[in-house]
Structure formats: structure tokens, C-alpha cells
């Protein structure tokens, strides 16, 4: 088990872009950032998911984890240890893909088990008395030497140098490795050799993983006898028999269907809460990370748009995106102007209809909006918290269309103005027809507020 750290991750692309400028219809050299700046620090043990739509750059973090893509700039450290120049295989982490990648000629238990049939430990090397053996360790010699000249470069780069802060950083560095240099040059440490794990081993670990994930039964079928939860159930099983500090899953249940992954949620909450291992999950589905996150990182076109607990993302949005992403059904925003009015907070939607509300029952507002002046902003609330009939801060809707879910009703409909529908969830079963009238109100504790141009929230948090 580890901590991991991820110190301005950044991950940048080439790109060929094609210029139509004065005839010149030559293909020019570019770049995509598909991540920027990510900072995060994961706690030993946490359970942190990363969601955001398609292309937002969550598997893109997730392999440079892994080690499958290289970290453009930043630093990523598991434990106490810098990992951006480590081979995948020596990271000590294990991965579950979207696409469970079985081998479909061998049983559930070789599929488990080939794993740790091609990995070799390092063992101790003895002489005939028992005492281990002591070397130079020429290998660890030749790295720290290939670090050392890789600052040198840097320091030395007259077309690219180094600021006043990295050169003093770079400085600091080299100073340390070159003294852990001349410790490994004058000190034999103990030797190693490599040995595959004894069958016996193996054996003992298949079936402990088989045990906590209950596929005793099916160890001698083969993928194609096996259903998709149980299929996942046998990735899983290759990933936990390797007991790595790090566990990532790569969107493992977007194949299953629906039944099923409500399952494998809750399966995957209870083998987190055994092993006690770091696990790194990655989905598109908010309701996934809802219930599954111990924290939430919410991305959008490669930028951390928060990092959070469940309860406080839905909550405390940092943002529209984050609001309108995080909940079922999405929050319903409108764009209104809001102006101050002694105790009063005066809100004005496009179709000209007002409410006032209590800034004593509303969560405090950013001092620039409360000069007395009219701003624009966006309000938002979900659409538990929208009630139908009376009551204060009424507004006028018109019916389009009711979904009936079994006791409870979603009525989706159009304020004046407005070019989309509000989705209104009501606790009980009500029939409305198109074109109907109703009247919706809301109180002050559930709403959000932000800004009109960068959309960040204009609450504070209480």
C-alpha cells in the first residue's frame, strides 16, 4: 500500500495542424494538452475516483500512473519515491481495463495465475556459512550517474535555462545524489538474484483471491463458459493476487449491464474496505463516483475542475460544470439578474417575473454582488428541491412532458424565454397534460449562484 502525489502533472501531445493562411495549405507541427497542472495528493488506503465526459483527460492521468504514458512535465511520486522515469512492471501497481483482456485459451485459475508465473523476486544471495553476499551495486551506480548528467544538461542549457528557483532546486539535487553516489561507490550492499515464486505460493494466492471474490466454483472454466460479472471477477483476481501498492481501474464495468454493475459497485466497495489498498478508478458515470469515491476529482478538457468528498460536490459546486455534472437528473440553471434590496436578494428571470429572497435563509453571498447594483448571474437548483402549487417564490411554467416513476412523477417544463425544459422530480404520483400551467416554487437553503461569464460559484461555503 501507498500514498501517491502528483506534483503539476502535465501531458501534451504533437499535433499536425493543417494552415490555409495566403495559399500555404502545408501541414505545421502542434500540440494538444491533454492534461494540465494536475495536483493532487491521494492518502494511503483512500478510494479516489476521477470522472468527467469523454475526452476530459481522466485515463490519460490514470496511465501516466500506470506508466503507459510518459509524464510531459511534473512529477508523480508513489511513496516517498519519484516514478516518472520507472518501467510500469516495477512500479508495483496493478491495472484492470475497460475491456477485461482474459486469455481465452486458459482457465480462470491460469488467468490468475499467469501473472505471478512470469514475475520474479529478488532474493538474497548467501555464501556457504548463511551470510549474505556484499557488492558494489554497479546498477544503482549507473542510474544515479544518468541522473547526475541529466541536471548538468539542465544547468548547462544556454537555449532553454533554468530559472533562479529551478536552477537553486536543480542545484540542491545534484548535491544530494552525488553524495548518495559516493556512499553506494565506497559501501557493498547485500546482493539479489531473480527467482520465480514457487508454485506453492501461487496456489495459496489464486485461491485466496478466488475465496474473496467468489469464484471458487468457476477457477476451471474459461472465459467463454463465463458471464461479464464473472469475467470481471477474474480481472479483478489477476490485479489483487499481485497485492500491489496501487490498484487502477480503467472504467472495469461500462461493459455490464445495469443490474450488474449496481452489483459489482457494491463488490468493489467491499474488496476496497479488505484490502485496505489505494484504489484509482476512473468512470464517466456520476452515479459510479458518487457512491463508490471516498473523494471525487471532477476534470474537463484535461483542467482539475474540484477535488472533493461526495457530499460536498453536491453541496458545494465550485463551479456550473461541476453542478450540472454531479447529480441525477442534471441541475436546472437560469439566467437572471440579481440585486441586492436590504435584507432582500432580488432575482429577475428572463420572463420579467421577480422573486425576493431572504439573504438570511440564502448561503452568503461574494461582497461584489451585494453593492446594491443589478449583476447577471445563473442560478441553479435541482429538481427535488422545485415544488409544485404554493408557495413562496412562485414562478409560472408550462407542462411538456411527465415521466410517471412508479410513486413519484418528473415533470419537465418551460419557463418564458427559456430554450430548454427544467425538470421538476416531485415526491408523489401527479398527471399533468402539455400546455398545462402549474405553478413552481423553491425555497432559499437549495440554491446555487454563479457567475454569468466564468461560471464559478458566487456562495460561499457555510
Known sequence: MASLSLRNVTKTYPQAVRKKKGG???????????????????????????????????????????????ITSGELYIGDKLVNNVQPMNRDIAMVFQSYALYPHMTAYNNIAFG???????????????????????????????????????LS???????????????????????????YESTPVPSYKLKHIAKSVIDEKVKWAAKVLG?????????????????????????????????????PLSNLDAKLRTQMRSELVRLHNELKTTFIYVTHDQVEAMTM???????????????????????????????????????????V??????????VTFISGEKAELSLEKLRPFDERYLDGDEHKAVMGIRGAALLVGKGENVITATVNITEVLGDTTQIYARLDGMDKDIVICGSERVVYSSGDKINVSFGESSLHFFDADSGASILKRE
Open 24 to 70: 500555404d495549405n502545408s501541414l505545421r507541427t502542434g500540440s494538444f494538452t491533454a492534461v494540465k497542472d494536475f495536483n493532487m495528493e491521494i492518502a494511503d488506503g483512500e478510494f479516489v475516483v476521477f470522472v468527467g465526459p469523454s475526452g476530459c483527460g481522466k485515463s490519460t492521468t490514470l496511465r501516466m500512473i500506470a506508466g503507459l504514458e510518459h
Open 157 to 183: 542549457d544556454t537555449i532553454d535555462p533554468p530559472s533562479e528557483d529551478d536552477r537553486s532546486a536543480l542545484v540542491d539535487k545534484k548535491a544530494k545524489l552525488e553524495e548518495e553516489y559516493k556512499y
Open 337 to 346: 439578474t440579481v440585486k441586492k434590496i436590504g435584507k432582500k436578494m432580488c
Open 116 to 154: 505471478l508465473r512470469m514475475r520474479k523476486i529478488h532474493v538474497a544471495v548467501v555464501d556457504q556459512n548463511g551470510q549474505p553476499v556484499l557488492k558494489i551495486n554497479r546498477k544503482k551506480l549507473k542510474e544515479l550517474a544518468k541522473e547526475i548528467k541529466s541536471i548538468e544538461k539542465k
Open 293 to 335: 469515491g471516498t473523494r471525487i476529482v471532477v476534470m474537463k478538457d484535461g483542467i482539475v475542475q474540484q477535488i472533493d468528498t461526495p457530499t460536498n460536490l453536491f453541496d458545494y459546486p465550485d463551479n456550473r460544470f461541476v453542478a450540472g455534472f454531479i447529480g441525477t437528473p442534471q441541475m436546472n440553471f437560469f439566467d
Open 215 to 251: 469464484i471458487e466454483d468457476i477457477l476451471q472454466n474459461k472465459p467463454s463458459a463465463m458471464s461479464g460479472g464473472q469475467r470481471q471477477r477474474i480481472a479483478l483476481g489477476r490485479a489483487i493476487v499481485r497485492e500491489p501498492k496501487v490498484m487502477l481501474l480503467d472504467e
